[in-house]
């Protein structure tokens, strides 16, 4: 997600027109197996019972009532052995038929809690299909931001549809384990009145038009947490552009906004400088979908952007594409961990600016050590945050002038090259800091644990340098 503060660069023209429909694929499911946890910082959502390995979901919209008639396939294997097990589903969503293995199932829906009372054992297949509707609606936020106050499925007054669920809300639109510690892959079908378009992440794989209701559906080939999946439906238009390196950028943008695709098009300069740094584009598809927001997320292979100056901003749009490697490919197994994403992240960023002459990074550094100790005593240090204040300031800056002071000692060449080495030994995982310091640890041959708790953990902003062990 972008920092909640202000922070252009010329884009390659974008090609107007359809989108191109690729080939479904088989899901291999392996790349999905993880290691659900009880969240420590929001252990209310998400459970460690349930490994999801694919949600396939049929989505219909009707914006005239505002309501969703869907059903959820749920491919999962049991984490652990249990009794009963428990998914995520707001409670504006009524479930009206369930079953486990093809056989009706016993259920309890309280809340935001689907509780399936049958019994599971550990490392066996599931499927679980949930068929439910009603009127979505988003969930509060636990945040002091003020660019957003609610999470998951949104309507605007036109009655189209957009979703931004970090930490959580996915579960206000489908039933999840919503914990990042459990990837999944996505099948995702959307029929809404043509010619409004549904738009979620991966590939397009299917676009038909019938008695006045549009139907695509997109496929996501690598797993992704419930906090990076994008849902957006409504009037639409389609154009697109290639990296240097080859890798294809969707970009949908309200229709009749050609300035938004303007904005958008440098996504295409940003992979190609990300790329220099931090290795080949990590999946299969890339895209930009604009919506009604006032924030940015790095929805994964589907960048969400909102509708103001600063999260269009050339800037922006290079950090959320950033985080399709540092949180999207690598992300974090527990909430707690989140710096994990945005540390790295904007330290990308300031060097994207420095390069493209919208701010020196060492007039950025100075900026963000002159504040470091103002947001540790706000808002925690990055690593032991305000879970009331999720998403301020501290994640972002305090771990990026951590980030920095290692790159400075290494080199860049060096630390980029570290950089990269994390993201492909934990390739489509979900990472603890414990892993990541263990892996600077060894790669740069030096006792880094007491420069890192201090960086994430401490109350007090460490002094410039890596210390000698």
Do not use: C
């Not at 049991?78 to 038929?97: E, H, I, M, N, Q």
């Not at 299909?129 to 957003?148: C, N």
């Not at 959320?320 to 992240?345: C, F, I, K």
């Not at 990055?382 to 501290?394: E, L, V, W």
């Amino acid at each position: 997600m972008a920092a909640p503060v202000d922070a252009g660069a010329t884009a390659a023209a974008a090609r107007t027109g359809e989108p191109t429909v690729s080939d479904r694929t088989d899901p291999d499911l392996a790349l999905a197996e993880s290691t659900p946890v009880e969240d420590s910082v929001y252990p209310a959502v998400g459970g460690p019972d349930v490994d999801a390995l694919l949600y396939d979901l049929d989505l219909a919209w009707d914006p005239s009532a505002r309501r969703l008639t869907a059903t959820a396939t749920i491919t999962f294997r049991a984490a652990r052995d249990a009794s009963t097990f428990t998914l995520d589903l707001a409670g504006p969503l009524k479930v009206s038929d369930l079953t486990l293995d093809g056989t009706a199932a016993a259920y309890a829906h309280r809340g935001k809690d689907l509780v399936v009372r049958e019994p599971i054992v550990t490392d066996d297949r599931h499927e679980l299909v949930v068929t439910y509707s009603g009127k979505p609606r988003p969930v509060p936020a636990p945040t002091t931001r003020g660019d957003f106050s609610t999470l998951g499925f949104t309507v605007t007054d036109r009655g189209e549809v957009w979703t931004m669920q970090e930490p959580y809300g996915a579960y206000s639109w489908y039933p999840v384990n919503d914990q990042p510690a459990d990837k999944a892959l996505y099948d995702i079908s959307v029929t809404a009145p043509d010619p409004w378009t549904g738009i979620a992440n991966g590939r397009l794989v299917a676009d038909a038009s019938e008695d006045g209701q549009r139907t695509t559906e997109f496929q996501l080939d690598e797993p992704a947490s419930s906090y990076l999946v994008t849902l957006a439906i409504g009037d639409y238009e389609h154009a697109s552009n290639t990296s240097k390196s080859g890798v294809v950028l969707d970009y949908w943008y309200p229709r009749g906004q050609p300035m938004v695709l303007s904005d958008m098009a440098v996504g295409n300069d940003a992979i190609d400088w990300i790329e220099a740094r931090l290795g080949p584009y990590p999946f299969s598809s890339a895209g930009i979908l604009a919506t009604d927001s006032m924030s940015a997320m790095e929805t994964q292979t589907m960048v969400t952007i909102g509708n103001n100056d600063y999260v269009r901003s050339p800037a922006v749009i290079a950090h959320e594409l950033v985080h399709q490697w540092y949180g999207d490919q690598v992300s974090p197994a527990d909430w707690r961990d989140v710096w994990l994403n945005e540390g790295m992240t904007m330290l990308m960023q300031a060097l994207w600016e420095d390069d493209h002459d919208e701010g020196p990074i060492t007039r950025t550094i100075r900026e963000w050590r002159a504040i470091d100790q103002d947001l540790r005593d706000q808002y925690g240090p990055p690593g032991a945050y305000d879970k009331a204040q999720f998403g301020g300031s501290n994640i972002y800056y305090s771990p990026g002038l951590m980030w920095n002071e290692l790159r400075l000692e290494l080199g860049d060449d060096e630390f980029f090259r570290i950089a990269r080495s994390w993201l492909a030994s934990r390739d489509n995982t979900s990472a603890t800091r414990e892993d990541i310091y263990a892996h600077w640890e060894k790669e740069t041959g030096r006792e880094l644990s007491a420069f890192f708790d201090a960086w994430i953990t401490g109350e007090t902003t460490p002094a410039p340098g890596v210390p000698a062990a």
